[in-house]
């Protein structure tokens, strides 16, 4: 008999031995499930399992494009967990995937695989408990901490380095995706109730605005409780639910449609105002509480080819979301993305900081994406990471860290401060200490401001600021490097990076500060919100959260030739304002001896579509960055 089959039916037969010995163990004799003879039988074939799990994992073929299913059998919730290892061709597998947060990872529960006694995490064992058939077939699952050898071993590392590339189509050929939000509550079971009952008669989002007005404690359960959970906002249910094509999501043994739950989240995410924000002040947490939107609009984008699908998209749009290990900020993407030839190299995990470095000179030498740089900065950084250049990818988006504006490696170019295509030179020194890329030198900083917080005294501060150094009339005098604009639309635009709601370029009177709160919406805001009342309150929570979050920790800079901008929290006076070939945004570099050291990026009013770049761009010079 071939070792495959061998296997799969020796763990079979242990399966059915360890349901006897639990009968036996329970004493109930009129409920054997096996004759003593067949019994007999069994334990002899349950001696041929295998010795340890190691040995069950050295039999993929991954070459032959095989994977590993568990086949978890019947079980009441608080029985022993039974199962057992299927190696099958990847083409015809069945199986369901399971997408749930490891949690600590501690494992001190057992799961009996082959005979063998396997130990998995808390948070594992609950989810397997409420996900196994009380009775009948056995459920075939695919889970990451078991059907990948997660041993920290030289074949343990081999088979991560093997199927971590392959678990985008892992994801994609499952027969459906399980997202485990975790074990019920007594407000998660009253908002999966509520709403198993209100979506068979839901039309619409005004049924929605309805039943928020009048069901609001049930609303509150759903959004403190169920997304307030980790499993919202983990860097690897991106890939899980991006490349599935139908998820579901289990609460205790309570369930949601993936479309019920995407039209709750759109609700959220559109719908700012509604949420109970009173009580969330770390945008990392609100952007988890919207992070089913995003996943679906993200979705839908990566399916109409609407996103550059490639490794450098991936992760600078999602590197901030949470990780456990810091490679993850890396690996959790590399299924995803349809062009990548990153390495994945689970033995370097102690050496996270170069293989920080090789993604960025990756991105760089192969893409072009100067943006990229931008990712990972601020006083958080490791001191690990020696070359400022590298972006660290662990650094997570909280409240002390502005949002990143939409660079063109994470979003079509909204600026092209450098012309928008890349026209210059590309050198990484082998150790990678040192990046030299070209540019131009555009102004130094002659005054700043402290980090703007997200109120509206900052803004009063970079008033006085410019009307202190320039005169106090001076936002009716011509902005220099945009005469079309005086002082005042320049001030207005800069504080902004001229993106008007909906993070696209402002048109004429368009921007936050140019179109306060108070005033009407424009007509083409959001006209599916029918009620005025609710459209108007949309708008000025979308308004005060642009205005917010663009500002916030950054500072409002005057510059030594006129202009005037917004920079890092961290600059210093000493800090130059360049322009680098590739990049659509100016960037801030500090002298460092005769070489460089990486700051971030800036916005500068009047020179974000090319215009200084496309007078000075025939005398590029070299910017050695260590």
């Known amino acids: 008999m071939p070792l495959r089959k061998l296997v799969t039916a020796v763990g079979l037969a242990a399966i ?41 994992y050295k039999d993929l073929q991954v070459a032959n494009r095989e994977i590993r299913v568990l086949v978890l059998a019947p079980g009441e919730l608080d029985k022993p967990l039974v199962a057992t290892m299927e190696v099958v061709p990847f083409t015809s597998a069945t199986y369901e995937a399971l997408s749930y947060c490891w949690g600590v990872d501690v ?29 009948g077939l056995p459920r075939r699952l695919w889970i990451d901490a078991v059907c990948i050898d997660q041993a920290r071993t030289e074949e343990g590392r081999a088979d991560k380095k093997a199927q ?8 994609n050929n499952a027969k459906k995706v399980i997202a485990w939000l975790g074990p019920s509550t007594k407000d998660s079971e009253d908002a999966f109730q ?4 209100f979506f068979r008669t839901c039309t619409d989002i005004s049924d929605l605005n309805r039943s928020y007005d009048t069901e609001r404690a049930r609303w509150q359960h759903f959004e403190n409780d169920i997304l307030g959970r980790e499993w919202w906002g983990r860097a690897w249910i991106v890939q899980e639910f ?3 094509c139908e998820i579901e999501f289990h609460c205790g043994f309570d369930t949601m449609s993936e479309n019920e739950m995407t039209m709750l989240g ?41 996103i550059p699908d490639d490794l450098c998209y991936w992760v600078s749009r999602f590197h901030s979301w949470d990780c456990r290990d810091k490679l993850d900020h890396i690996y959790a993407f590399v299924g995803i993305a349809e062009e990548n030839h990153f390495p994945v190299e689970p033995e370097r995990e ?50 002390r860290g502005p949002m990143l504006p939409p660079l063109e490696c994470s979003a079509d170019a909204v600026y092209r401060a450098s012309g928008g295509s890349f026209s210059g030179t590309i050198f990484c020194s082998s150790d990678k200490s040192t990046l030299t890329l070209s540019g131009i030198r555009f102004s130094g900083i002659k005054a700043m401001t402290g980090a703007h917080s997200r109120g509206f005294l900052s803004m009063d501060e970079s ?21 079309s604009h005086t002082y005042a639309v320049a001030f207005a635009r800069t504080l902004c990076w001229d993106l008007n709601w909906v993070r696209k370029r402002c048109g004429n009177n368009d921007t936050a500060l140019e179109r306060q709160p108070q005033d009407p919406p424009p007509t083409d805001y959001k006209p599916f919100i029918t009620d005025s009342v609710m459209r108007r309150a949309a708008f000025e929570a979308d308004i005060t959260t642009m205005m917010e979050n663009m500002r916030a920790n950054r500072r409002f800079a005057l510059f030594e030739n006129g202009a005037i901008g917004m920079v890092p929290r961290i600059a210093e006076p000493d800090d130059i304002v360049c322009i680098l070939a590739g990049a659509s945004v100016p960037m801030l570099l500090r002298p460092h001896g005769t070489d460089w050291m990486f700051v971030g990026e800036c916005y500068v009013h009047g020179i974000m579509d090319g215009e200084f770049w496309s007078r000075h761009c025939r005398n590029l010079i070299p910017f050695r960055i260590v």
């Open 164 to 171: 971590l590339p392959r678990m985008g189509m892992i994801y």
């Open 266 to 306: 759109y609700f959220f995410h559109m719908m700012p105002f509604r949420m109970f924000e009173s009580q969330i002040t770390n945008p990392q947490e609100a952007r988890n509480r919207r992070s089913i939107a995003i996943l679906a609009a993200t979705r839908a984008q990566k399916r109409s080819r609407e």
């Open 242 to 244: 991006i490349m599935s």
């Open 16 to 56: 059915a031995y360890e349901l006897y010995q639990e009968h036996k163990r329970q004493n109930d004799p009129g409920h054997h499930l096996l004759s003593p003879r067949e019994s007999e039988r069994i334990q002899s074939l349950a001696k041929a399992a295998p010795a340890s799990m190691a040995e069950l």
């Open 350 to 399: 102690d050496d996270w900081p170069s293989v920080y470095g090789d993604l960025a000179y990756y991105i760089l030498s192969t893409r072009k994406r100067v943006d990229f740089l931008c990712m990972g900065r601020g006083e958080d950084r490791s001191a690990r990471i020696p070359a400022s250049w590298v972006p660290d990818l662990q650094i997570k988006y909280d409240a």
């Open 194 to 197: 509520f709403f198993s009952s």
């Open 463 to 483: 008033r006085s600021l410019l009307r202190n150094i320039l005169g106090t009339r001076v936002e009716k005098n011509a902005y220099p490097f945009k005469m």
């Open 107 to 135: 494992r001190d529960k057992p799961l009996r695989v082959n005979g063998v006694e396997y130990w998995i995490t808390s948070s594992l064992d609950i989810a397997l408990r409420h996900l196994r058939p009380r009775e």
